[in-house]
Structure formats: structure tokens, C-alpha cells
């Protein structure tokens, strides 16, 4: 099966996926119920999941999880209420989704999703809510047992290459 976002009159933009054994497209889950649209974008799977970034008007724009096998929808709202986190640089690493995200008590920190239970924030490199990640700037990448980002420890125009050991912690 192959997830995707598509736009239609009834539901808006929308996770759609398509099945090529039975060459049949569907609309998977309505995020942001009628015609709205939720814009579901950076889809990325973590065992038989579909993650993705999709904004509602109740959330705003978060981390979301479908199980297309229970049929079921998980918004994780890492900043509860309308204003998001606004979750960028999704990236699949042993299973586990990696992604940045704003929190209002760290700022932009770098956050794991493990497929069972609510994203954990792993990084607070600059202290308090000082973005210490680059998130807009950069993407996340991978090597080894590492994850790699750059990062700020609040200083102006300050930035380095960072990692995160995803064995040892």
C-alpha cells in the first residue's frame, strides 16, 4: 500500500492511499472533518503506521499517527491547543520516528516516536525555550546508531553540528 495526501471536493486535502494489487485508490481518514483540509505532509511509516504533519483547527499543525489496521487516528499534541508544534524533518531511524518540534517550555528540541507510545523530547541543548535546533534550516539525518542535526546553544548566529546516540542515550 502506498499513503499519500490528495485533495477532493467532499473532504479537502486529505491521507489517501493507493493499493497496487488492486490498482483501487482511498480515502484513509479525514483529519480535519468536511471539506477542510488538513494537509497531511512528510509521510513516513514506522512499522505498519503511517506518520505524518497535518494541521486541524482544535490542534493546529502536529504529529499524527494512523494504524490502518485498527483504523484509528493518534494526535499527538506535543502543544496542546490550536497554535502546534509544527513538527518538521521526519526521519525513520531503527524503527523509531525522529523529528524537531516546539514544545513551550524548550523551544525547538529534537523529539522520538517509538510506534507505541507518545513522543519523548531527547535534546534541550540551549536551556529553557531557546530553540536549540535549526529546524527550519536543516533536516535530520543518520549514521550508524547516531542521529545527526544542527543545533544551537542560543548564541547569535551561532550553529553546530550535533548528535544524539540513539543505543547509549
Given at each position: 500500500?502506498?499513503?499519500?495526501?490528495?485533495?477532493?471536493?467532499?473532504?479537502?486535502?486529505?491521507?489517501?492511499?493507493?493499493?497496487?494489487?488492486k490498482h483501487k485508490i482511498s480515502m484513509e481518514w479525514d483529519t480535519e472533518p468536511g471539506s477542510a483540509s488538513s494537509n497531511p505532509y512528510a509521510l513516513q511509516t514506522v512499522g505498519n503506521?503511517?506518520?505524518?504533519?497535518?494541521?486541524?483547527?482544535?490542534?493546529?499543525r502536529e504529529l499524527n499517527v494512523y494504524d490502518p489496521v485498527k483504523k484509528e487516528l493518534n494526535c499527538y499534541e506535543i502543544v496542546p491547543g490550536a497554535s502546534g508544534?509544527?513538527?518538521?524533518?521526519?526521519?525513520?531511524?531503527?524503527g523509531k520516528l525522529y523529528f524537531s518540534a516546539q514544545d513551550l517550555v524548550y523551544g525547538n528540541e529534537l523529539f522520538v516516536y517509538n510506534g507505541s507510545s507518545a513522543p519523548l523530547?531527547?535534546?534541550?541543548?540551549?536551556?529553557g525555550n531557546a530553540h536549540s535546533l535549526q529546524a527550519a534550516a536543516c533536516g535530520i539525518g543518520n549514521l550508524g546508531s547516531r542521529i545527526y542535526f544542527?543545533?544551537?546553544?542560543?548564541?547569535?548566529?551561532?550553529?553546530?553540528?550535533?548528535?544524539y546516540d540513539t543505543v547509549t542515550r
Open positions: 500500500i502506498i499513503y499519500f495526501s490528495a485533495t477532493t471536493v467532499a473532504y479537502g486535502r486529505e491521507l489517501c492511499s493507493y493499493d497496487p494489487v503506521q503511517v506518520c505524518f504533519v497535518a494541521q486541524t483547527q482544535a490542534s493546529g508544534s509544527n513538527p518538521m524533518n521526519l526521519t525513520v531511524h531503527n523530547r531527547l535534546t534541550d541543548i540551549a536551556p544542527a543545533g544551537s546553544t542560543g548564541q547569535v548566529y551561532e550553529s553546530m553540528l550535533c548528535s
